[in-house]
């Protein structure tokens, strides 16, 4: 144990792969990778996660999972209903990064504001920013899913988390041809949001977003007018340090 976690560098990618039977789970394997400069495969102990919409109701089911090698079959998975999401480190036990699929991707783009469970939408907000970071998810499908989710978000630290991630998707990961697109739907996003929460502080953290991502003329226009007391948003002042 020592050597495998005290000697070595880097950190291993834990992702889920499942088959179903009906709507019932068939198998699910997780499968472990490692860089090719650090190949150094890890015991793990985990708890993964089988999320599902059931009549309107998220459902979040759990299992646990041990895993020491490059794949790992996890029978007492094999029978339960099948999930939209599978998360493989739920609880946050793992010292992994987590790969998800693109159907539990598509799951969390329609339901992750529904996910009542506040550390694993933390888990999957985190996990889908290194994946971009990772070349695993496009930054622009990550500025999409962020858009249709984070306004119902109420965690302040969470929200100030997820809209840092989104500008420095907008200027270091989106291509150059389409950064000032990119740039103008977080500022959409961002004067519909002021317009929509109550939360003064939330207010606040939104503000900031909107004036950092004013790069295009029509919307450092909309910005200045804001700042100038043109635009006014009920609840908000804008300081000098904005």
């Known amino acids: 144990w020592a050597q495998a976690w005290l ?12 088959e179903r039977a009906g709507d019932w789970i068939e198998t699910l394997e997780l499968r472990q990778t490692a860089p090719a400069d650090h190949p150094t495969l890890r015991p793990h102990t985990l708890d993964v996660a089988l999320v599902r919409n059931e009549g309107g109701s998220i459902v979040i089911d759990s299992v646990p999972a041990v895993i020491d090698s490059a794949s790992e079959h996890i029978g007492e998975a094999a029978g339960r209903p099948f999930p939209g999401l599978v998360f493989p480190n739920h609880n946050d036990h793992g010292f992994v990064k987590v790969a998800l699929d693109e159907a539990s991707i598509a799951f969390i783009r329609d339901n992750l504001g529904r996910i009542d469970d506040p550390l694993l939408r933390q888990l999957i907000w985190h ?26 978000e109420t965690n302040h630290g969470l929200v100030e988390s997820i809209l840092g991630r989104m500008l420095a998707a907008v200027s270091r990961y989106v291509p150059e041809n389409d950064k000032a697109e990119a740039a103008h739907r977080l500022f959409a996003t961002a004067w519909g949001a002021l317009e929509q929460v109550t939360d003064p502080d939330l207010k ?5 977003t909107l004036f950092g991502v004013a790069i295009n003329p029509d919307d450092v226009l909309h910005a200045c007018e804001l700042a100038d007391g043109v ?3 009920e609840g908000l002042t804008v300081d000098q340090d904005m």
């Open 127 to 152: 996990t889908l920013w290194t994946m971009v970071r990772d070349q695993q998810l496009k930054s622009t499908d990550f500025l999409e899913l962020a858009a249709a989710n984070v306004v119902a």
């Open 7 to 18: 000697e070595t560098a880097s950190l291993n990618t834990i992702a889920a792969h499942v």
């Open 204 to 208: 606040i953290i939104w503000a900031r």
């Open 231 to 233: 635009r006014t948003v």
